[in-house]
């Protein structure tokens, strides 16, 4: 066979493009030794860790920022407590039980500071040092990376501000005082109202059924049984409380109480255990409604 070169021209017809190869210019490796990488591996085969989403500049001030807002208030947490911590049918404190030294907005360092300390004569005034701070800080952070979303979170925010100095009160003399409970329970259920214009309505009404039957049923045992059953107190918290957890669901309700309950046995058995207190001995329960709707409402959904 004769051996032929490229094609000719004809005349009239385009050329047939040369359909070769291109030789590797010099130096450079073949085809099978110059694969481009796939995405998401390195150069040696190994898999490529993906970067993590750093957190926006504005969402880590918005966050801080809140926190701080919240610390803000501890002052005005601090001074309802020290206000109300005292025994049914006397007056509201007002001032230094050691030196009668007035304390109020208008003179609020250092008693009303995380010190707690009168600012003429030093002694201690009300809660323990740090507690009120530690207390609002925690619920700052919490609510902060992981309240709960949606319009219930506003309403939660303002149970707190007037829960938790009425724990307070409740640890320092075993009761609950209406000026704290009340407006707890009225804000909360506004609160769940204005969120539920923008959700399924049935929630509000769950919610308001909820406070209003936990309510009744903290206040039938106080009827019942007495002293062995639940404070008045108890009751009107129940009110917000059974509201927030019931906006969520009557299985939220039940949870949220069975923790409620579970936390207040086992501080009992451990104060049995370590002789501080006897089978007769009261415990306020505000605190462990505090912690188990918080607990409850912070548990992922």
């Known amino acids: 066979m004769a051996l032929t070169g490229p094609p000719a021209a004809v005349p009239g017809r385009e050329n047939p493009p040369d359909r070769r190869p291109a030789p590797p ?14 995405p998401g591996r390195s150069a040696h085969g190994a898999t490529a860790e993906p970067a993590r989403p750093a957190v926006p500049p504005a969402v880590a001030r918005t966050r801080v920022s809140t926190v701080l807002a919240i610390l803000a208030i501890s002052p005005l947490m601090r001074m309802a407590a020290l206000r109300y911590a005292v025994p049914p049918g006397l007056p509201s404190r007002t001032g230094c039980d050691a030196c009668g030294a007035p304390i109020g907005l208008t003179r609020p360092w250092p008693a009303l500071g995380p010190a707690a300390r009168c600012g003429r004569c030093r002694a201690r005034v009300g809660p323990p040092p740090g507690t009120v701070e530690l207390a609002v800080l925690a619920a700052a952070v919490l609510l902060v990376f992981a309240g709960p979303s949606g319009g219930a979170l506003p309403a ?7 829960t938790i100095p009425a724990v307070l009160v409740d640890l320092a003399v075993h009761r609950l005082p209406d000026r704290l409970t009340l407006p707890a329970a009225a804000g909360t259920w506004l609160l769940l109202g204005v969120a539920a214009l923008d959700a399924d309505p049935g929630h509000w009404l769950r919610a308001v059924i909820a406070g209003a039957g936990l309510a009744l049923f903290f206040a039938s045992t106080t009827l019942l049984l007495g002293r062995r059953g639940f404070g008045l107190g108890d009751a009107k918290l129940a ?11 009557w299985p939220v309700l039940l949870l949220g109480l069975l923790v409620a309950f579970g936390l207040s046995a086992l ?21 462990f409604l505090l912690l188990g709707t918080t607990a409850t409402l912070l548990l992922p959904t």
Not at 239 to 249: D, E, I, K, P
């Open 25 to 38: 210019p010099a130096g450079e490796a073949t085809p099978e030794g110059n694969r481009p990488s796939r």
């Open 267 to 287: 501080v009992s058995l451990g104060l049995l255990a370590a002789r501080r207190a006897r089978w007769s001995t009261h415990l306020p329960f505000g605190p």
């Open 239 to 249: 009110l917000s409380v059974g509201a927030l957890l019931g906006w969520y669901g």
């Open 156 to 162: 939660l925010i303002w149970w707190l501000g007037w």
